[in-house]
């Protein structure tokens, strides 16, 4: 019977509600793997010290073994009763192979083994992510070899500023996506030690090897202080900050994309497997995916907050306010996987618009500067005169409403009897771009350059997860990637 004074709410009583709050298997019961694998690895190391019987070892792993097997199949039944993964794996495994069973759970606790349990998944999600960054990374560079020539209106403050080449646009999503697996493996890196035999709080009187532990486990080494241990949600929280940078540079590209795709500035086509159409404008292509990938940053940096949040202010060593950190974690993770998967579905098959880009490119004066620059180069005249004369021309074309390449040599004479005819060949667009060979700049050849240094890098991983080794290109870093 709920509670008559508050109780309106509740079909049934406190307990029920106690079971409610309290439980945690609605959602870690995604740690089933993790938590086996620390199990086996814990009964293993018990056998080894003589702290339990080789038979009660093998009962127990190959008992294990079949519980991960029948929820895999998923014909585990998950029990609320039993609150958590701990508890609904040990539990089975006792029906399987009776007392055996509760000898399993000398010399830990669920503090030590679900820290175990989140840091082995993190670990696997960082793996999976960075690979993920990799295949986008990937993407983009070869897109960006294409497009080395492609001329668009570089902007600042959204302002047609200097035109660009569209592969360099493409390959500066490149350099802050290696930054963002760098991180995301510098986390892994911090993380990778072993809470196991951390117990609950203390450590444990029992002669355990928690060397043995964290090698089966693929830990670098154990932790060394055990109430840290226990409480240390750090690797979440470093992670969730390295997905929300990156879902924050993805949430940039994604505007991009909105904003090219419109019909006013049409620099790109997205394909029809990443717009919707409207049910009542039948003209409209909408880019749905770029939109939604602009929002995740929204809930990833949400986790983030939401966890720094629960953390803060929380005594040494382990409360259960902790296990707030595993839905939200999820939910980010998820996000910034999906968001990935759906960034490079969709850069792969955006087909951009070239001569409207470079339409776009030459309006708005954008060769001004190398006008400026022409002038310093070869009349020797100082940047800050250069740049007033290139007002005054700019100025003039305004006036006789055309571009900077219509103005004839009379109109440039009338500005500034110094200059000649040699000046109309870097008025182009072309001839803009091509000029910016210096390290970083936009020139195509730099682009190629750039997308084939990168290639070198991104397919020499591509398939391994693992930190991976400092390679020297020119005394230039590798963006992360290392
Ligand atoms: N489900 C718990 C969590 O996620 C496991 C640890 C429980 N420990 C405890 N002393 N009740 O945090």
């Avoid at 668009?152 to 200097?162: C, D, I, K, N, Y």
Wanted: glycine share 8%.
């Amino acid at each position: 019977m709920s509670n008559k004074m508050w109780g309106g709410r509740f079909a049934t009583g406190p307990d029920a509600i106690m079971e409610e709050i309290n439980a945690s298997i609605g959602f870690d019961q995604r740690l089933f793997r993790q938590d086996i694998a620390g199990s086996i690895a814990h009964a293993t190391m018990l056998a080894e010290t003589g702290i339990l019987t080789q038979e009660d070892r093998d009962a127990i792993v190959a008992g294990l073994n079949e519980v991960l097997a029948e929820i895999e199949s998923g014909s585990f039944t998950f029990s609320r009763a039993l609150e958590d993964i701990h508890m609904n794996v040990e539990s089975r495994l006792r029906e399987k192979i009776g007392d055996a069973a509760g000898r399993l759970h000398t010399a830990r606790s669920r503090n030590d083994q679900v820290a175990t349990d989140f840091k082995l998944y993190i670990r696997d999600t960082i793996d999976t992510l960075v690979m993920q960054v990799h295949t986008l990374q990937l993407a983009l560079v070869t897109k960006a070899e294409d497009e080395a020539q492609t001329i668009m209106p570089g902007f600042t403050h959204l302002q047609s500023a200097q035109p660009v080449t569209f592969g360099h646009h493409l390959l500066a999503y490149v350099e802050m996506l290696g930054r963002d697996a760098g991180r995301l493996l510098d986390a892994r890196k911090r993380l990778n030690e072993s809470p196991l035999g951390s117990a609950a709080l203390a450590g444990t009187p029992y002669p355990i090897n928690r060397e043995r532990t964290a090698e089966q486990l693929g830990f670098d080494r154990p932790t060394a202080n055990s109430l840290d241990a226990v409480s240390d949600r750090d690797f979440i929280l470093e992670t969730l900050a390295a997905a929300s940078i990156c879902a924050m540079h993805l949430s940039r590209f994604a505007e991009e994309m909105v904003i090219w795709s419109s019909a006013q500035f049409g620099f790109v086509r997205l394909s029809d497997k990443f717009t919707t159409g409207s049910s009542i404008m039948p003209q409209k292509r909408n880019p749905d995916a770029a939109e939604l990938v602009r929002a995740k940053i929204g809930r990833i940096l949400g986790a983030l907050t939401s966890l720094i949040v629960v953390m803060k202010g929380l005594p040494l060593a382990y409360s259960k306010d902790m296990q707030e950190d595993k839905e939200v974690a999820f939910d980010a993770l998820d996000a910034l996987s999906l968001s990935l998967a759906a960034m490079t579905g969709m850069v792969g098959d955006m087909v951009p618009n070239r001569e409207r880009m470079r339409v776009s490119a030459a309006a708005g004066f954008s060769t001004a500067t190398d006008i400026a620059d022409w002038l310093v180069r070869e009349l020797n005249i100082p940047f800050r005169d250069a740049h007033h004369i290139t007002g005054q021309i700019v100025a003039l074309a305004e006036q006789k409403n055309c571009g900077l390449e219509g103005l004839t040599i009379e109109d440039f004479k009338f500005i500034d009897q110094r200059i000649d005819s040699r000046i109309h060949k870097v008025l182009t667009v072309e001839a803009s771009v091509a000029a910016r060979q210096s390290y970083g700049g936009t020139a195509p050849a730099n682009v190629l350059i750039q997308a084939a240094r990168w290639k070198t890098i991104l397919t020499g991983e591509a398939h391994d997860p693992k930190p991976l080794q400092k390679k020297k290109h020119g005394g230039h870093g590798d963006g992360g990637v290392e």
